[in-house]
Every structure is written in structure tokens, then in C-alpha cells.
């Protein structure tokens, strides 16, 4: 596709439900990248894919944090037993690894709010 | 540890008053620095990527440069349209492709 493209945009969920947030990578890009942000704080890192394989998943806050990707392409996080401070939004970014510097692009986020 | 450190926090302009916006990193070897441009609700837009001390890449108004320990982007003649926030982040050498963002600096441009 044209850009990176993550739903739902917005999700409302009742404490203790499970979310999936998805994402869609731009074609082509081999490299997928999680972060959350919550309002008011920086870009916290939560998980790199390379293909299909997660060699860094050292941001996820808590085993209730899950995700994967198939195909190379589209990836899924799981949110399990949620919290109200799981609110935030949650921007889904790809690249094309280079060999100086890769460019990553952002989705324009999942917004998710628990009550 | 790779740090990024954006200041200031926020900058209120009025329309037409350039300034600077700053970007101070620590990393152990830099493959590229990035800035971003992120509106209210919507997710961070690509500016620029610099690669080595002395470059300079410019985008309208906008004009980022970097030497081996900050980046500053220059903003000439703002905008009300240039109010966003800005982010900055680093890729390190080495095996990780993960950018480390700084907390970015919130611009606001009054007419």
C-alpha cells in the first residue's frame, strides 16, 4: 500500500477484554516496528520484527503483551486482561533496511482507551 | 545506552520569528538521525534523515543539520500551519535497526 496502515483507529474496551491491534507495513518493507504512546510522553519502543521473526521484544511491558507477523507483512498486538493504563495509542512504523540509516514510517495509530 | 535530549520542551513563535529547535544525542556510533513532524492525533511524519557531521538537508522552511553530538532544526519565517510537535531520534551502528526517539519539542506559531 501507499503507507502503513494500522486499525482499528479507535477502540473502547472494558477492563479485563482482550484487544488486537493491527497493522498493515508499507510493500516491501521487511522491517516492522510497535511503539505506544501515551498522552503527553514520548515514543516508547515495544517491538522490532525482522520478516517474520521478533529479535528484539524487549519493550513489551508485560506478558499480558503479545505480537506477531505473518507472511512478512501484516503484524498483530495483542493486548490480553486489559488495563486502564494500557490507554495510549499504539503507532505501528516499517523500513526497508539500508546499510546506513533506515527511514521508518509511521502509521497514523490505534488509539485505545480502557474504561 | 543511546539518549536523546530535545529542548526546549515547547516554543510559542509568533508568525514570521525564526528560531532553533535542538536535538543532543549520545550513541555509541551513529548510522542516522531522524526528524518528525507529529500533529495532535496523528502519527509522526517523516522530515529528514542525516547520516554524517556537517550535513545539511533543507524541506521549505525547515532545515536540519547535524555535528556529531546535536542536530538543530532551523525553522525560517513560521508559520501558523508549522505548529506541531517535533521529534527527534538516532539509529546506532551495529545490529539493532531500533531508533530511539527524544520527547520531542512542541511548537506553537501564532498569527
Known amino acids: 500500500g501507499a503507507g502503513v496502515s494500522q486499525s482499528p483507529s479507535n477502540k473502547v474496551t472494558e477492563k479485563g477484554k482482550d484487544v488486537e491491534l493491527r497493522c498493515d507495513p508499507i510493500?516491501?518493507?521487511?522491517?516492522l516496528y510497535w511503539y505506544r504512546q501515551s498522552l503527553g510522553q514520548g515514543l516508547e519502543f515495544l517491538i522490532y520484527?525482522?520478516?517474520?521473526?521478533?529479535?528484539?521484544k524487549s519493550g513489551l511491558p508485560s506478558d499480558r503483551f503479545s505480537a506477531e507477523r505473518t507472511g512478512g507483512s501484516v503484524s498483530t498486538l495483542t493486548i490480553q486482561r486489559t488495563q486502564q493504563e494500557d490507554s495510549a495509542v499504539y503507532l505501528c512504523?516499517?523500513?526497508?533496511?539500508?546499510?546506513?540509516?533506515?527511514?521508518?514510517?509511521f502509521g497514523e495509530g490505534s488509539w485505545l482507551t480502557v474504561v | 545506552e543511546d539518549q536523546v535530549t530535545q529542548s526546549p520542551e515547547a516554543l510559542r513563535l509568533q508568525e514570521g520569528e525564526s528560531s532553533s529547535l535542538n536535538c543532543s544525542y549520545t550513541v555509541s556510533g551513529l548510522r542516522g538521525l531522524f526528524w518528525y513532524r507529529q500533529d495532535p492525533g496523528k502519527g509522526p511524519e517523516f522530515l529528514f534523515t542525516?547520516?554524517?557531521a556537517g550535513e545539511e538537508k533543507e524541506k521549505e522552511r525547515l532545515k536540519a543539520t547535524l555535528t556529531k553530538k546535536e542536530s538543530f532544526l532551523h525553522i525560517t519565517a513560521p508559520k501558523p500551519e508549522d505548529s506541531a510537535t517535533y521529534l527527534c531520534a538516532v539509529q546506532a551502528e551495529g545490529g539493532s535497526y531500533i531508533p530511539t526517539f527524544g520527547r520531542g519539542t512542541s511548537l506553537i506559531v501564532h498569527p
Open positions: 510493500s516491501g518493507h521487511t522491517a
Open positions: 512504523a516499517s523500513s526497508r533496511p539500508q546499510a546506513s540509516g533506515n527511514t521508518i514510517y
Open positions: 542525516l547520516y554524517s
Open positions: 520484527f525482522q520478516g517474520n521473526s521478533a529479535p528484539d
